[in-house]
C-alpha cells in the first residue's frame, strides 16, 4: 500500500495567554496507509470532522504552570474530538468503513488506538459534522450537566453562560427568553437582577470568574451550578479570584465540578431524547464550518476570541 | 410578680472589620417576670448559657454590605444559641422548669417566640452547657456536614479548617492525626501535599479565602466539599479571591453549601450516636467557659482572634 501525504496541525511550543495562529504549524507529513503488523486494538482512520473545542486551551499550556495535569507535546498533532472514516481496523468491534467519532489527532489520517474511538455513528441520516458537537462531546455535556448534575426542573430558571458568540442569535433563533453579551456588561450583577428578579435555580457554568461571582448574588435557594469548564480563565496567567463563595451557605448552593466521561452510560439515552428534536426541527442547531486542515490554526483560535457563531467545525475531508 | 433587673448586651452600632469589646454595651434592663396577657406561642425563659459562634459576626454587619440580609438591631440585645429554663409558658409544648435549647437574646430574662426554641432538652446527665456546643447547633453542623453532606466513608482523607485555636490540643487531646495552624504557613498547598499526599476525599470548608484556594489544588477525584461558613472572610470589607476554582472540574468535586437547619429532624438520630460517645468518654470535649454577662463582650470578640480553647461558652447563670 502507498505510503501519502498526510498534512498535520502542530502545536509549536507551549502557549500562554490568548494562542495565536503562529503558535500553531501545519506540515506535510507521509504515512503508510496499512496497518503495521501485529497493530492489535489500533484503527487506521481517515479524519472527516474535527471539533474546536475551549478545553484545547488547556492543553496548549506548559503542564507544570496549568490546571490540567495532561498537555499537548511541542512539535506533535494537535488531538481532540473528530468523527472519523475506518480505513483499516486491528480491533475486533470497528471494520473498514465504520464511521466512529471520538478522540483522533489534528491530521489526514491517524492511526489510534481503538479506546480513543468514543461511540460507532449508527445514525448516519444527519449531517455527521453533529457528532462534533450536538451528538457528540459538546451535546452530550449539556445533557449530563443540565439533567443529571443540574437535576433541572421544568419552570425553574436558568443561567447559561458561554452559550454562544451572539446575543441576537441566542434570542431570536435558539429561543432563549433573554441573552446578554458578558464581557460588554458593566454591572453584570444588575443585569441578573433584572432578568431574574426571582434569582437563578441552576446557573450552566462554563465561564468562572467574574460571571461566576455576580451569579453567586443571585442564586436562588438550594440551587446548582453544574461546572464542566471555566473559559474566562484558560488565558489568563494570574486567574481573577471569585470573592462571593460564602453566598453558598445562605442559599445552600451546590457548586459541582463534572466531566461528560463520567455519563457516557447515558449516550443511548441521550441519542433516543436529541434524535427526533433534530429531525422534526425542534432543536435549531448552527455550525461554523472551517473548510480544510490548513484552516485549523483560525478556526481554533477564532472561538477563543468569540469569532464562531455556532459549533466550530473543522471539515478535513467529506468522506 | 415583680419587676427585676435583666442586664443586657447590646450592639452599639454596626461593625466593618474585626469587632472589637467597644462594639458592644453591657446595660442594665429591667423586665417583669410574668408573662403578658394573651402571650400565646410566647415563652418567658431564664437564660443559663450562651454559644459564642462565629456566624455572629454576619449578623453584626450593616446588611446593606454583607453577604448576610438578617443583621443585629443596633441598641438591641445580640441574638444568639442558649440554654434556657423556662419561667413561664404560653406554648403547650413546654411547662415551667423546662429546660430548652434554641435562639434567645444576650440578657438574663427573654420573652421568645416558642418557635426560636429547637429542643427541650431530655438528656441531664450531661452537662447542659453542652447543649451550646457538641449536642447543640455546632455538633449537630458537624455531624450534618460530615455524614450527609459530605458523605464521608471509612478510610477516606479528611481535612477540617478551624478545627480548634491550638494545634497541640488537637493533636494530643482531640486526636487528629496530624493538625497545622493555617495563620502560619507559609505555603499551604506544600503543607498540604506532605499531610495529603493521596489527595483530600473531604474538606469540612470553615475558613475560606487561601485555605479554600490550597485544598482545591489538593482535592482527590470526587472530592466532596460541605462548606458552612467561612471564618476567615466574615472580617474583610473586601473577601480574598478564590482563583483555583476550576479545579473542580478535573476532579469532578462536588462544593455544597448547606446549613443545619435543614438536618435538624436528624437531631434524634444524632443524639443517639454521640450521646454514648460523650458518656463512655469516646468523644473528648473541651469547653471554654467565661462566667457572666458582663463577660459576653470580651468573649465573644475573642473567638475571631483565636482565643478560646474549645468552645466558648458563656454562663449567665447555673439554674
Redesign the interface.
Known amino acids: 500500500m502507498a505510503q501519502v501525504k498526510n498534512k498535520q496541525v502542530l502545536l509549536k511550543h507551549y502557549v500562554s495567554g490568548f494562542p495565536k495562529e503562529s503558535d500553531l504549524n501545519i506540515v506535510d507529513s507521509t504515512i503508510n496507509l496499512k496497518l503495521p503488523e501485529g497493530s492489535n486494538d489500533t484503527v487506521l482512520v481517515k479524519n472527516l470532522y474535527l471539533s474546536c473545542d475551549p478545553y484545547m486551551r488547556t492543553l496548549m499550556s506548559d503542564p507544570k504552570a496549568s490546571?490540567?495535569?495532561r498537555a499537548y507535546v511541542p512539535q506533535s498533532p494537535l488531538t481532540g474530538y473528530g468523527v472519523s472514516k475506518v480505513v483499516e481496523s486491528g480491533h475486533k468491534d470497528y471494520k473498514e468503513g465504520d464511521i466512529v467519532w471520538g478522540i483522533t489527532n489534528w491530521e489526514e489520517y491517524s492511526l489510534i488506538p481503538a479506546a480513543q474511538i468514543h461511540f460507532k455513528i449508527e445514525h448516519t441520516d444527519v449531517p455527521l459534522s453533529y457528532y462534533t458537537g450536538i451528538l457528540g462531546m459538546p451535546g452530550m455535556t449539556a445533557y449530563a450537566g443540565f439533567f443529571e448534575v443540574g437535576a433541572t426542573k421544568k419552570g425553574e430558571n436558568v443561567f447559561v453562560s458561554a452559550a454562544s458568540g451572539a446575543v441576537d442569535l441566542l434570542k431570536n433563533k435558539f429561543g432563549y427568553d433573554e441573552a446578554i453579551n458578558y464581557k460588554e456588561e458593566q454591572d453584570l450583577n444588575a443585569t441578573l437582577k433584572r432578568h431574574f428578579p426571582e434569582g437563578i435555580d441552576v446557573y450552566f457554568e462554563n465561564v468562572?470568574g467574574k460571571t461566576?461571582d455576580a451569579v453567586l448574588l443571585n442564586m436562588r435557594l438550594q440551587g446548582r451550578i453544574p461546572?464542566?469548564?471555566?473559559i474566562s480563565?484558560y488565558n489568563l496567567t494570574?486567574?481573577?479570584?471569585?470573592?462571593?463563595?460564602?453566598?453558598?451557605?445562605?442559599?445552600?448552593?451546590?457548586?459541582?465540578?463534572?466531566?461528560v466521561a463520567?455519563y457516557y452510560h447515558l449516550y443511548g439515552k441521550f441519542l433516543e431524547f436529541v434524535l427526533p428534536h433534530i429531525r422534526e426541527g425542534k432543536v435549531v442547531y448552527v455550525e461554523d464550518i472551517a473548510e480544510g486542515l490548513e484552516k485549523g490554526p483560525e478556526a481554533l483560535v477564532g472561538i477563543f476570541s468569540g469569532k464562531n457563531v455556532g459549533k466550530q467545525v473543522l471539515v478535513v475531508a467529506r468522506e
Not at 461546572?227 to 471555566?230: L, N, R, T
Not at 494570574?238 to 466531566?259: C, S
Request: contains cysteine; charged residues 15%; positive net charge.
Open positions: 490546571i490540567n495535569p468562572g461566576l461546572v464542566c469548564g471555566m480563565q494570574q486567574p481573577e479570584g471569585v470573592t462571593n463563595l460564602a453566598h453558598i451557605v445562605y442559599k445552600r448552593v451546590r457548586l459541582q465540578g463534572f466531566i463520567d
